[in-house]
């Protein structure tokens, strides 16, 4: 399966701090994207690393791509209580996404 | 702007019915798909298009019928409801579809919760 896994499925941390997400796959990707779920709601997409980028920033958000471990993270800095939701990785392959079960971080204020 | 819009977001249905999740999206987006999202699975593809009139199944696409005869919608329709297909329906959206070369994020609706006694 090309389907990503995300690690912690869980994870609570307080306001103010970071919170760090990380995804495997398992095939070789044209791009991996990151998406975040509020309950209840839709996925809303975070940000794109191509396969031959190394790192991203956008905002609080910092994505790392290494592909000869078929690793990502997502790195959340000064967490607050708004970022409690799923979290979930993206792997492009071909013309479709395939997505992991997502971490859910709570952010406690 | 109202992005993508999917109806019902609740319906309970009995096994053996019919019904018919309406997608619609107006940002003229030519790819648009439909995920099912079980609680410790993730979100798994059931059918997608790549334009009006084409239309190809996904990973999990037992069960279920679609089709795209404009590029504004793109309905996802239950034959007869079994109860291993109550789950959350989410349908999404881009401009081209993903591959190599395209960069466009999915855009989602905030789905429809189906069960199915």
């Known amino acids: 399966s090309q389907q990503g896994e995300e690690d912690p499925q869980a994870l609570s941390i307080q306001e103010g701090e970071n919170a760090t997400m990380n995804c495997s796959y398992k095939t070789s990707i044209n791009n991996l994207q990151w998406y975040r779920q509020n309950s209840g709601r839709g996925l809303v997409h975070l940000i794109l690393?191509?396969?031959?980028?190394r790192e991203k920033h956008s905002g609080r958000l910092r994505v790392t791509l290494d592909t000869s471990k078929k690793s990502s993270s997502l790195l959340i800095t000064a967490s607050r209580a708004a970022d409690t939701a799923s979290y979930f990785c993206?792997?492009?392959?071909?013309?479709?996404?395939?997505f992991g079960e997502g971490t859910q971080l709570t952010v406690n204020p | 702007n109202a992005g993508v819009t999917q109806t019902p977001k609740f319906q309970v249905l009995k096994t053996g019915q019919s019904m018919t999740l309406q997608c619609a999206q107006d940002m003229n987006h030519e790819y648009m798909s439909w995920y099912r999202q079980d609680p410790g699975m993730g979100l798994r593809l059931i059918h997608y298009s790549v334009g009006a009139g084409i239309t190809d199944q996904g990973e999990v696409p037992n069960g279920y019928n679609v089709s795209r005869s404009t590029t504004e919608d793109f309905p996802l329709r239950l034959l007869s409801a079994a109860p291993s297909q109550t789950s959350v329906y989410f349908c999404?959206?881009?401009?081209?579809?993903?591959?190599?070369?395209?960069?466009?994020?999915?855009?989602f609706g905030d789905g429809t919760r189906l069960s199915i006694l």
């Open positions: 690393i191509r396969s031959n980028e």
């Open positions: 993206t792997e492009t392959s071909g013309s479709r996404l395939t």
């Open positions: 999404a959206s881009s401009y081209s579809p993903p591959g190599q070369f395209s960069n466009q994020p999915q855009h």
